[in-house]
């Protein structure tokens, strides 16, 4: 059993099957939990990859090798291709950090961390292109509007006040957070 259990996870760790015949073809003994947890394994393992390489190519735009070692606020140009956008990370204070988008800017948010049961809070004024919210935690953003999408990831307490438009807001691993969307006025 247990070599059973290795021979599966060397399999869904290598990537080369790619289908169910591929997968019972290779392990004609195997019951249907097993090509499931394979197929599952696979699944689990090619999110992480596109993860990995998102990380990855984030660093190579942004210039950054060390995220958030100091707390900063910048404004990059776009080079590559890429569009303009802010760059907010490493905030950990409860001193407002104000975003203003005049060009249709990304901002991206993260390694921002609310301490001592304070939060930092975050104000995008203007119309974002898009919103990147990640590795966060006790945030308070207000975001005036997003043209085109939002994404959340890896944060807890985060409150959002969306006061115009979002079309879509994509949230993975997040808990304990608070959603507003409505007019500001």
Known sequence: QRNKEVKVLRAALSGRYDSAIDKTDEFPDASHADLMRLSHLQSQRVGLMEQVSMDQREARVSGVLNLATTPMTRHDVGAQGFGPKFVVEGH????????????????HIRQCHGLGGKRVPISVTGLARSIYIERSNNLDITVDACAFSSNISRCSGIKLLVGGECPSLLLRNVHGMELTIGLLG
Do not use: G
């Not at 950990?92 to 901002?107: G, K, P």
């Open 92 to 107: 950990t204070d409860e001193y407002e950090v104000h975003v203003d988008c005049q060009q249709n800017e990304d901002v």
